[in-house]
């Protein structure tokens, strides 16, 4: 373990190191090529952010409105059936849209329930095997002006459904 520990300590310079070093024995100018890519990332940041801005909104009503509260309440007694228990539900709506907001209820629920419970486990499973589907989508295809998704968003539900089924599944294993 102690080697693991010492190595990651070093790997992010080593890449940074082997790069830099890459380009000087090619003879690319290496920071103007950094410089370019910055510039090229900046632009993106700027095409996305009304797009952010909107979903960080969406999600902090959700959240303040008492919707998700009022989705659990109906959904409570199809999710029980499931195993999945009906305080999990809010998470899962917000996880689809916002990776931030869902940590803060995932931390709610660890302070509530605690950590090693059924209900905390199935959450630090789910928010490792799920997707912020719809920020995804729209971050990445705006920036990248696709117009058409097809089987995408299909896809990612099929996913996610697939992700809270085996954060059910594990989390009964477990306890």
Known sequence: MDFIVAVSAFIIPLIIFYVVAYGVMNKTEV????????????KTVVS??????????????????GFLDRISDLLGGVSGKLGLPSQL???????MFSS???TGLSLDLFREY??????GLITSILMS??????YTMSVYFMAAKVKKTRWTLAGALIATAAGIAAS?????LMC
């Open 31 to 42: 920071y103007d090529v950094f410089v370019e890519g910055a510039k090229d990332g900046i």
């Open 48 to 65: 996305i952010l009304p797009t952010l801005i909107g979903l960080m909104a969406a999600v902090g009503i959700l959240r303040s409105s």
């Open 89 to 95: 539900v809010p998470l899962i709506i917000v996880r």
């Open 100 to 102: 931030s907001a869902a």
């Open 114 to 119: 605690g950590t090693d419970s059924y209900i």
């Open 129 to 134: 095997c799920t997707e912020t589907i719809f």
């Open 168 to 172: 059910v599944a594990l989390a009964r």
